[in-house]
């Protein structure tokens, strides 16, 4: 262009020449000048408009090439998405550092429409288009992370009922156990390890598990049935297990208050026999030789045994009354409370010989011997 023009130049200044050296052509080559400029005019018009034109179109293809990149993005990116904290949190940033692109070609856009460009009502179609695809994108970001929310939420509920479940499961194999002890000091450990099994968890957790899952089920969980079912069956074996906690508790209470009791009268027995022994000693004929000390010692022990006797029969009665109402244990029950009684008027009738055997001896050494409140026949 800048050659034509210098040539355009050029011929002006011949016709100037001309006309000097040429006066009588003056007309002739003045017009020519005038159609020529007009003609250069005109070309330099067209010329551009055209580039005008090719410029607009150029911007077309430009704004519709970003379209094009920015509705992919829009399309792929929800199928993209990987349910996991991580890659949403990708997904999120690559989104964000796409703003200002975004924001940059919306302009462009706009800046278009304000030019007139003679593709505004495809522009304007096209924005509008972007903007309610970007719309959806955002929608689908956060319809992604509302999932991603509630599978961790389902994944930390399971987890609670599992551990939940896996104490549950230990207690009931040591509640299944029929061992109750058969000494004083393995009674108190099978109470010990009982209450330490209480001690590991409580009302509180599984009132918090049944708490987290009415949350969910209450927002509308995807898994709200499968929550609904699990939450039900965790709490049906809790109750179940403490039920079973508390009678464990009352049988090892039981066998702990007999396995005492066995204790107390075994040491009774062999009080009486060292006592016994020392009375048929031929050195202790002398009365003065037992001391009114051992007189006490004997009552307290004696009178503690009779009362340790009243008190677990009378045990027995009621533990009796309540057995009685449960049809499918009557006959083990009865069974065990006859063995007891037989093996408890064995001993009472141990401690009544040895009792009158003592009193003999005592009598007949001249010692006055007595038991306050009656006689120890009266066990």
């Known amino acids: 262009e ?10 002006g200044e011949t016709a100037e020449r001309l006309i000097q050296s040429h006066p009588e052509a003056k007309d002739d080559i003045q017009e020519k000048c005038t159609e020529l400029n007009t003609a250069w005019s005109s070309l ?15 911007d077309l293809q430009r704004f519709l090439s970003d379209f094009r990149s920015w509705q992919k993005m829009s399309v792929v990116f929800p199928l993209l998405f990987n349910p996991t904290w991580f890659c949403l949190q990708e997904h999120r940033t690559e989104i964000d550092a796409r703003a200002g692109t975004f924001q940059a070609f919306e302009q462009f856009g706009q800046h278009l429409l304000a030019r007139g460009h003679y593709a505004s009502p495809e522009i304007q179609q096209k924005l509008e288009a972007l903007d309610q695809e970007r719309a959806d994108l955002e929608k689908a970001w956060v319809q992604r992370r509302m999932m991603l929310d509630q599978c961790l939420e389902l994944q930390l509920f399971n987890r609670d009922c599992e551990q939940a479940e896996n104490w549950m499961a230990a207690r009931e194999a040591f509640l299944a156990s029929d061992d109750k002890g058969d000494s004083l000091d393995s009674v108190e450990a099978l109470i010990k390890k009982h209450e330490d099994f209480d001690k590991a968890i409580n009302e509180e957790k599984i009132a918090a598990l049944q708490s987290f899952a009415d949350q969910l089920i209450g927002a509308g969980h995807y ?16 109750r179940r297990l403490k039920a079973q906690m508390i009678e464990k508790r009352s049988k090892l209470g039981e066998s702990q208050t007999l396995q005492q009791f066995s204790r107390d009268v075994d040491e009774i027995e062999a009080w ?18 037992i001391q009114q000390q051992e007189t006490d010692e004997a009552y307290e022990k004696l009178q503690f045994v009779y009362s340790a006797g009243q008190f677990f029969g009378s045990f027995i009665c009621w533990e009796k009354s309540q057995k009685l109402k449960e049809a499918n244990k009557q006959q083990n029950f009865n069974t065990g409370i006859k063995d007891f009684d ?4 064995e001993v009472r009738g141990s401690v009544q010989q040895d009792w009158a055997h003592l009193g003999t001896c005592h009598e007949t050494k001249g010692s006055l011997w007595f038991f306050p409140g009656g006689s120890p026949s009266c066990f």
């Open 2 to 11: 800048y050659m034509q023009m210098n040539l355009v130049n050029s011929l």
């Open 342 to 345: 037989f093996w408890l008027s």
């Open 223 to 238: 898994a709200k049935p499968d929550i609904t079912n699990r939450r039900n069956e965790v709490l049906d074996r809790w």
């Open 44 to 58: 330099v018009g067209r010329a551009d408009q055209r580039k005008e034109k090719l410029s607009n179109s150029h």
């Open 272 to 289: 009486i026999s060292e006592k016994l022994q020392t009375a048929t000693d031929e050195s202790y004929k002398d009365p003065t030789n």
